[in-house]
């Protein structure tokens, strides 16, 4: 979101084997592949983790993988990579407590190789990665081993003369993919896009407003923009506002600015507000304790979603701190996001 930082915890060492990430790591593991002097990679994750944690309050959104050229040495450390994959990414998840987080793991392709290898019957290959096939296989077979993993198929990327490792071009473009792959996986839950999700719990969007709804938006947001020229400046909402608290201008302002140009439009505001006043109705509704919060029973038992798996992963989803219930500005940020992907705000109705 517009008023959002977007940081990474990284970790990186070259040509690291899987086994020096083993969330049970002893020495003896990483031996096999002449590691074991870089100690336990994976106990160095969690605690740049928990420090990124103390020192900011942070959302964890999702993870990246990009690794295994240090096993495509040894046929028999290859032939391990996914059990060790699911180890890693299962403790992963339990010691960060973000059990629903997408996994988006990193696969190398060359030109002529296909994005599906399904049908790849693995063998030792010639030169300097014998085991790769086993590697590549496992990387994709992921995907339907591990919950919400997806493989990130890096094709012919640009790498630096001397080595093996992409070039700034390169990196630059592995992120693209890295994040366009997030963007279409992060929020999808089982079969179902956020759109079809958002609509099943009843989600209308702007063909629900009235003309009423639409005048009455108009004229709250021209009682702070002082100058009448139809945007907001954030000296004008955020810093000279009278309403609500700053902090909570400053988040309003935040998520309405869709495009980040500083700048929040007429039309932007217009459907922020359709999307947050529905939003809160629908929570509202299947709050039926009205103490404004909603638990995983209220929200599976409201039916909004018929089918009982389906609501429990959804609620999963919503819960980004993964305390089993619901408050309103946390349930906020993930439909106010699921709102938004691939749409663009529309133009105000004008008188």
């Not at 060492?13 to 003896?28: A, F, M, Q, R, Y």
């Not at 994976?42 to 942070?58: G, M, S």
């Not at 009423?212 to 945007?231: E, S, V």
Request: glycine share 8%; hydrophobic share 35%.
């Amino acid at each position: 979101m517009a008023d959002e930082n977007i940081g990474i915890v990284k970790l990186a060492v070259g040509g690291s084997s899987i086994l020096t990430w083993k969330p049970d790591w002893s020495k003896e593991d990483p031996d096999r592949v002449g590691q074991g002097r870089h100690g336990s990679l994976y106990k160095k994750l969690i605690t740049k983790v928990e420090q990124a944690r103390e020192n900011r309050d942070i959302e964890i959104v999702g993870f990246l993988w990009l690794q295994g050229g240090g096993d495509m040495k040894k046929v028999d450390v290859a032939k391990e990579y996914l059990d060790n994959l699911k180890s890693l990414f299962a403790a992963v998840r339990k010691d960060t407590g973000v059990s629903g987080s997408p996994f988006l793991c990193g696969s190398i392709r060359r030109t002529e190789d296909p994005d599906d290898l399904s049908s790849l019957i693995p063998k030792r290959i010639d030169g300097r990665y014998p085991a790769i096939q086993w590697v590549v296989k496992a990387q994709w077979e992921a995907q339907t081993a591990i919950p919400n993993v997806r493989s990130v198929i890096l094709r012919d990327i640009t790498t630096h003369p001397m080595n093996v490792h992409y070039n700034t071009a390169g990196q630059l473009e592995a992120g693209k993919l890295f994040a366009q792959a997030f963007l279409n996986s992060a929020v999808r839950i089982g079969d179902h896009t956020p759109q079809q999700i958002l609509a099943k719990l009843g989600a209308k969007g702007r063909g629900a407003v009235t003309d009423r709804q639409l005048a009455t938006y108009r004229r709250i947001f021209g009682f702070t923009d002082a100058n009448g020229d139809r945007q907001h400046s954030k000296k004008e909402f955020v810093e000279d506002g009278r309403y609500l608290t700053r902090q909570a201008r400053q988040g309003i302002f935040g998520v309405s600015d869709s495009n980040g140009d500083g700048i929040v439009s007429e039309a932007e505001y217009i459907d922020n507000r359709i999307i947050t006043d529905e939003a809160k109705a629908i929570f509202e509704a299947m709050d039926t304790n009205d103490d404004g919060k909603l638990t995983r029973n209220e929200f599976v038992a409201s039916e909004k979603l018929k089918e009982e798996d389906l609501a429990k992963a959804v609620f999963e989803a919503l819960d980004s701190d993964d305390n089993g219930e619901l408050v309103v500005p946390e349930y906020l940020r993930v439909w106010g996001r699921w709102s938004r992907i691939g749409r663009k705000t529309q133009a105000a109705v004008t008188n």
